[in-house]
């Protein structure tokens, strides 16, 4: 069978439409974050006290495949033991 051509107006990025690599979509996500500061503030209003913290802030962030929000320690689940993760998540700060 052979496969129809794509129009090019169905297409972003170059990859067909409804589609975007993970890589796409963390690179929006992370732009967004940095140029929109990721939350909810005022103009002029003060958001952090002191300019300088007393230690660098790391992010990490943890993708794997085929594994849901659910499948470690630190959010609950009864067999699973992430012993690791848990005390990362233990001395961080959680999005789910």
């Given at each position: 069978?052979?496969?129809?051509?794509?129009?090019?107006?169905?297409?972003?990025?170059?990859?067909?439409?409804?589609?975007?690599?993970?890589?796409?979509?963390?690179?929006?996500?992370?732009?967004?974050?940095?140029?929109?500061?990721?939350?909810?503030?005022?103009?002029?209003?003060?958001?952090?006290?002191s300019?300088?913290?007393?230690?660098?802030?790391?992010?990490?962030?943890i993708?794997?495949?085929?594994?849901?929000?659910?499948?470690?320690?630190?959010?609950?689940?009864?067999?699973?033991?992430?012993?690791?993760?848990?005390?990362?998540?233990?001395?961080?700060?959680?999005?789910?």
């Amino acid at each position: 069978m052979k496969s129809q051509p794509v129009s090019s107006s169905k297409l972003i990025w170059g990859q067909p439409a409804g589609y975007l690599g993970l890589a796409a979509w963390v690179g929006i996500v992370t732009f967004g974050l940095a140029v929109g500061g990721g939350g909810s503030s005022s103009p002029g209003q003060v958001v952090c006290q002191s300019s300088s913290l007393p230690y660098p802030v790391n992010v990490v962030l943890i993708i794997g495949d085929d594994q849901g929000w659910g499948d470690f320690g630190f959010m609950g689940h009864p067999t699973i033991r992430t012993p690791n993760l848990d005390r990362l998540a233990a001395q961080s700060l959680v999005f789910t």
